[in-house]
């Protein structure tokens, strides 16, 4: 468990080490993590060097907490993320959005890799996620609320921020870049689902679903920061498209979608 004591110690850790406030936080998830090589690098630090700070253990997420400037914006990235598969509590997982928050964030922008249930959905194409539907077994918020980052009971009206959602669309419109819109479902892992699992995903209304993302959103608007959200569809699990997934055609599938999601993130932030 995190508790403020130490959150606040990992994040005196970083502000004595170095002195920059970022505006804005992104969370890279599987095979998107090169989003980073556009950040101008200023400062970068391996997870196992912040104090209390979980350490990623999926093969390709690097683990490291980069500060720099992105379009014109100061930026914290993780690149690679924690989830609750990997053994973690859920207030493990978040611990690095509440750390962003106190180092000063104003927004939050999340990237994922997911199944596409929806039958509009193929590879490589990205979804803005317009919602959630939250299938783990455990929450970030459950516990002794945690006063300084939020009431007891925050809305998820608006989990993924309208305003922001108006202007990535634009955005995509105007670099010719086909996007689409959706629910996303989080789920638990690390076992992909079964297709009876995705026939009852798809029957309760997503249109995509992943291990993360979701433990994230709902600490982010604990603390009432936006969030802009893309899933990244790297395989189709819908019946006609249904097949056994390979590892290596999901992470491909991410990477090749990779230059449309940084070019979004990149014009958004311009704009925010």
Same mark, same amino acid.
């Given at each position: 468990?995190?508790?403020?004591?130490?959150?606040?110690?990992?994040?005196?850790?970083?502000?004595?080490?170095?002195?920059?406030?970022?505006?804005?936080? &992104?969370?890279?998830?599987?095979?998107?993590?090169?989003?980073?090589?556009?950040?101008?690098?200023?400062? /970068?630090?391996?997870? $196992?060097?912040?104090?209390? !700070?979980?350490?990623?253990?999926?093969?390709?997420?690097?683990?490291?907490?980069? !500060? %720099?400037?992105? /379009?014109?914006? $100061?930026?914290?990235?993780?690149?690679?993320?924690?989830?609750?598969?990997?053994?973690?509590?859920?207030?493990?997982?978040?611990?690095?959005?509440?750390?962003?928050?106190?180092?000063?964030?104003?927004?939050? !922008?999340? /990237?994922?890799?997911?199944?596409?249930?929806?039958?509009?959905?193929?590879?490589?194409?990205?979804? &803005?996620?317009?919602?959630?539907?939250?299938?783990?077994?455990?929450?970030?918020?459950?516990?002794?609320?945690?006063?300084?980052?939020?009431?007891?009971?925050?809305?998820?009206?608006?989990?993924?921020?309208?305003?922001?959602?108006? $202007?990535?669309?634009?955005?995509?419109?105007?670099?010719?870049?086909? #996007?689409?819109?959706?629910?996303?479902?989080?789920?638990?892992?690390?076992?992909?689902?079964?297709?009876?699992?995705?026939?009852?995903?798809?029957? #309760?209304?997503?249109?995509?679903?992943?291990?993360?993302?979701?433990?994230?959103?709902?600490?982010?608007?604990?603390?009432?920061?936006?969030? !802009?959200?893309?899933?990244? &569809?790297?395989?189709?699990?819908?019946?006609?498209?249904?097949?056994?997934?390979?590892?290596?055609?999901?992470? %491909?599938?991410?990477?090749?979608?990779?230059?449309?999601?940084? $070019?979004?993130?990149?014009?958004?932030?311009? #704009?925010?």
């Amino acid at each position: 468990m995190n508790t403020s004591k130490e959150i606040k110690e990992a994040k005196e850790y970083i502000t004595k080490t170095i002195d920059f406030k970022p505006e804005v936080g &992104i969370i890279l998830g599987t095979g998107l993590g090169a989003l980073v090589d556009d950040i101008e690098i200023e400062y /970068s630090f391996s997870y $196992k060097d912040i104090p209390n !700070f979980p350490v990623s253990t999926v093969e390709t997420h690097s683990g490291k907490l980069i !500060f %720099g400037e992105l /379009s014109g914006k $100061k930026v914290v990235a993780m690149q690679g993320r924690f989830h609750y598969y990997e053994g973690y509590s859920m207030t493990q997982v978040v611990m690095p959005v509440r750390l962003m928050y106190l180092l000063g964030i104003k927004y939050l !922008f999340i /990237s994922n890799a997911a199944g596409g249930l929806n039958k509009n959905l193929d590879l490589s194409d990205l979804m &803005i996620i317009k919602d959630h539907i939250n299938l783990f077994p455990e929450n970030p918020l459950r516990g002794k609320n945690l006063d300084e980052y939020g009431g007891r009971f925050p809305d998820m009206y608006d989990a993924y921020d309208p305003t922001l959602i108006e $202007k990535a669309k634009s955005i995509a419109k105007q670099q010719n870049i086909d #996007i689409k819109e959706g629910v996303y479902a989080g789920v638990a892992g690390p076992n992909l689902e079964t297709p009876a699992e995705y026939k009852y995903l798809d029957i #309760i209304g997503a249109d995509a679903v992943g291990m993360s993302t979701i433990p994230e959103n709902i600490a982010a608007r604990h603390i009432q920061i936006p969030v !802009f959200a893309v899933s990244v &569809i790297t395989d189709l699990c819908y019946p006609e498209k249904l097949k056994p997934a390979e590892i290596p055609e999901i992470i %491909g599938a991410a990477m090749n979608a990779e230059p449309k999601m940084t $070019k979004i993130f990149k014009e958004l932030l311009k #704009i925010i």
